[in-house]
């Protein structure tokens, strides 16, 4: 090849070298020896180096910001040559240098290394291939040469991996391999275990940290699955254990791609790493709780113990989250909104409790009064269906007034005021427009039927027995009129829909033919706890 190219243009040349971030001076190229190299075979040459790309990271993978910055400028054309040191220093993998030697070529770029040459031949690809092999094989002996390090380094009492951010209650040392405690947070640590060993739940120890102004080893506020994590790691009793877990490759479903999943190996496989980490709590204390952790019993406590008739129809009039019943003291009922104690103390409603009884009288009252009164049902029901007809009753007016219009066309055809092309072309315009309209009544649904005043006095009756005998259980109720409750501790609004017919009102799903007939905003004493 020579100094220039076809149309006599110096070739531009891109340099790129790369070490790994733990052998960075092995066999003496570190990225400043490589890259001087690099440049003095682009400058015996006659090659402009018009670039010059540095990584230090793993060859195992191509995601590096140095290569992906190189892959860049093959797309836009910025070289006619990449030199780099070694074929290793592009990647250790077969696979990966196989896909860069495509691009590569489809970019009409040059491979250039300066400890090895290649030529463009079936001869010289079969080369490179093969050494690119040997360079993963190598990888693969240091990847088995350091799991083995690793594992001795365990069983010799000091940990294998002790450069991460660590474990919240303790530093590590690394002259000695091993953790030192951390007085102030071992002994929130402390706090953490023995609160919820005295029943406070993961939440009302949450905010009491918050509360205190204590951060968390990454100086954020507390949440319940830290808290969690914590009560869960044994680390806390002095146990440490290496290869407990270990990460895989799993493919997604959804997307065809591969994703890194942590996985817990089988327990002969781990490897305990003796006084490596000095107890914080002792062992009695973590299996207690544990065993309330798992005790299914804790779950259960939360279960209702009562009815909440309103359930699923009763929103916050705040914040508009849902309402959920929950008992106090074992026998007082409220709807409490969600968010009034979601999560840490943060962005919560001011709705609290509101007292169920009075909230579902209040219902019950408000409904009973409006059915009272089925000549007002029957004016918004007429309302309802009006705006509800109007489409398909326009629909048929408009085949009314087609039909006009084309007795019209024939009467002046008749009396020789139009010729036969205008006759054929207003006729035919004419039947398009009835065939689109008779396709648009035949899509639409069965149209509703306006019920008359004896029907809705029958069916309002068959509601108010409902109402009568809702007692505690309002669900029927709730479900058969569909009703939405809005409620605060002052006052609640509802509103509901009425079914067709008496027939239907033994179906809690009936078809509605009008929306918010039941509106009405009751005012109700505050309700505090008795």
């Not at 026998?331 to 409790?353: E, I, K, N």
């Not at 036969?420 to 072309?425: D, H, K, Q």
Request: with cysteine; hydrophobic share 35%; proline share 3%.
């Amino acid at each position: 090849m020579t100094a220039a190219s076809a149309g006599g243009a110096t070739m531009r040349a891109i340099v790129y070298s790369r070490v790994s971030t733990d052998a960075q001076e092995r066999d003496g190229t570190s990225l400043d020896t490589q890259e001087r190299a690099c440049v003095d075979f682009a400058s015996e040459r006659g090659w402009t180096v018009v670039g010059r790309i540095r990584d230090a990271a793993s060859g195992a993978s191509l995601e590096r910001e140095g290569m992906q910055q190189l892959r860049d400028s093959l797309r836009h054309g910025d070289t006619d040559v990449v030199i780099a040191y070694a074929v290793d220093r592009l990647s250790r993998s077969q696979n990966h240098i196989g896909v860069l030697f495509d691009e590569f070529e489809q970019a009409a770029v040059r491979f250039e290394f300066v400890t090895e040459r290649f030529e463009d031949t079936a001869v010289g690809r079969f080369i490179l291939a093969a050494r690119a092999f040997i360079a993963e094989v190598e990888r693969e002996k240091i990847v088995e040469r350091t799991m083995r390090g690793k594992a001795e380094r365990a069983r010799g009492g000091r940990m294998p991996q002790g450069t991460g951010k660590g474990c919240y209650g303790y530093r590590y040392d690394r002259a000695s391999g091993q953790r030192e405690i951390v007085d102030e947070q071992a002994e929130v640590v402390r706090r953490i275990f023995r609160s919820f060993d005295l029943g406070d739940s993961l939440l009302g120890i949450v905010n009491a940290l918050n509360d205190e102004g204590i951060v968390t080893f990454s100086g954020k506020n507390w949440l319940p699955p830290t808290v969690f994590h914590i009560l869960r790691n044994e680390t806390y009793t002095g146990r440490t254990t290496y290869r407990r877990t270990q990460a895989i490759k799993v493919r997604d479903p959804r997307s065809g791609r591969s994703r890194r999943r942590v996985v817990e190996r089988n327990a002969e496989e781990w490897i305990d790493v003796p006084e490596a980490t000095p107890p914080i709590i002792d062992g009695d204390l973590f299996e207690r709780v544990q065993t309330r952790l798992d005790d299914p019993e804790r779950r259960r406590r939360a279960q209702r113990t009562h009815t909440y008739g309103l359930s699923g129809h009763v929103k916050c009039r705040v914040c508009e989250s849902a309402m959920v019943g929950q008992t106090q003291q074992l026998r007082y009922r409220y709807y409490r909104c969600r968010r009034a104690f979601a999560g840490p103390r943060v962005d919560r409603c001011a709705t609290r409790y509101v007292r169920a009884d009075r909230l579902e009288q209040s219902v019950l009252s408000a409904v009973a009064e409006r059915l009272s009164k089925p000549d007002l049902v029957l004016q918004e029901i007429a309302r309802g269906m009006d705006w509800h007809e109007v489409p398909v009753e326009g629909e048929r007016r408009r085949l009314t007034v087609l039909v006009g219009q084309r007795d019209r066309v024939l009467r002046l055809y008749q009396l020789g005021e139009v010729d036969e092309t205008y006759l054929e072309r207003e006729l035919g315009a004419i039947k398009n427009q009835q065939a689109a309209i008779e396709r648009r009544l035949l899509a639409a649904p069965p149209q509703l039927q306006m019920p008359t005043a004896d029907e809705l006095e029958e069916t309002c009756a068959a509601i108010g027995l409902w109402v009568a005998g809702a007692g505690d259980d309002m669900s029927l109720l709730a479900n058969a009129l569909r009703l939405e409750v809005k409620a605060t501790t002052e006052a609640c609004s509802v509103l509901g829909r009425v079914p067709a017919s008496a027939a239907s009102c033994s179906d809690a799903d009936v078809r509605a033919v009008v929306r918010n007939i039941l509106a009405k905003t009751v005012r109700n004493d505050p309700f505090k706890h008795a």
